[in-house]
């Protein structure tokens, strides 16, 4: 492209929200025939709220003492809880999967379930479930609820009217997938779920070996290699930094909207004939 093209793409972009941090994506993004989709903070508003808990309060002052040290989105809905407080010192993330600790000697785990199979009522209702471990034994857990973002539906219609295939690659579990993707509009067998952050890579990687450029949209640290392996990597503004470090362009305004309208600006700036 002319440096002309891409300093009008860009200045296009970035009036609708869209702030290019690697000039080069604006001219790819036109190109790009499959958007992979991460569900909580991207698809979602990625505020949930707490719906449901199960756990006595030793384990709910823990999860909630644990959490208080996470920027997780599912971490500030449990730490606003209000409970006895207690003290943790060092508590360990591990992405995608939740937090560990050692408090007086004992092993706690707050985040995935080991197993789905006991939640199957919490997963019919779409709730995200944090579990509480001590060791192996299961304390309990909580069940939360992320609204979808509004412009979610419409969002994915317009990357559809322009010819894209959408795909949502969550590491939540699959009933949450499930009624996110019925509501915005993503076929069941383009959904992927309770996924580790390396499979979200391996999802851009299998969609890329097909001949197609691939753009991943996410917000977590758990879609950071995803984001850098895509041939365009666009990062929600309000997202972890390690997102928008690993993005060529940031969602500043808006939503998912922004994504198909990005594209949008390419196809007319670069004027490709499809
Ligand atoms: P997504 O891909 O939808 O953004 P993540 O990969 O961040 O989701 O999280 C996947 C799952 O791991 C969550 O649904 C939750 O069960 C668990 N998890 C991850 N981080 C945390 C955390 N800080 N606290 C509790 N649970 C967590
Ligand atoms: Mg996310």
């Known amino acids: 492209a002319t440096p002309m093209a891409l300093i009008t793409g860009t200045g296009a972009a970035s009036k609708k929200g869209l702030v290019i941090g690697n ?35 030793r384990a709910l002052s823990v999860a909630i ?8 989105p599912l971490a500030k809905a449990i730490a606003e809880i209000e409970a006895d407080p ?31 199979e006991r939640y199957s009522d ?8 944090v579990e509480v471990r001590l060791g192996e034994g299961v304390r309990g857990f909580l069940a939360l ?11 994915i219609e317009e990357l559809r009217s322009l010819g894209i295939r959408p795909v949502m690659a969550t590491g939540d579990n699959r009933g949450s997938a499930a009624l996110v993707a019925r509501a915005v509009g993503i076929d069941p067998e383009d959904v992927h779920s309770e996924i580790r952050p390396e499979d979200k890579l391996s999802i851009v990687r299998s969609e890329q070996a097909k ?24 990062a929600i503004g309000s997202g972890t930094d390690l997102a928008i470090d690993s993005a060529d362009m940031v969602i ?6 922004r994504i198909a309208q990005g594209i949008a600006i ?4 670069f004027s490709v004939i499809r």
Not at 211 to 229: I, T
């Open 122 to 129: 919490q997963l019919e209702l779409g709730r995200t479930v």
């Open 266 to 269: 390419s196809r007319k700036t």
């Open 86 to 116: 207690l003290d943790v010192s060092s508590v360990e993330e591990i992405v995608g999967e939740g937090l560990k600790a050692l408090i007086d000697g004992e092993e706690w785990t707050v985040g995935r379930p080991l197993s789905m």
């Open 145 to 155: 609820e992320d609204p979808i973002r509004p412009e979610a539906s419409s969002a």
């Open 211 to 234: 001949g197609v450029k691939v753009l991943m949209v996410g917000d977590g640290m758990n879609d950071a290699a995803a984001l850098k392996g895509a041939d365009v990597g666009v």
């Open 23 to 57: 000039a080069e994506a604006i001219q790819t993004a036109g190109d790009v025939k499959v958007v992979i989709l991460d569900k909580t903070g991207t698809l979602t508003l990625g505020r949930p709220a707490l719906a449901h808990m199960d756990l006595d309060r």
């Open 65 to 72: 003492a644990m959490e208080s040290m996470s920027n997780h």
């Open 252 to 257: 500043v305004s808006g939503g998912v909207d």
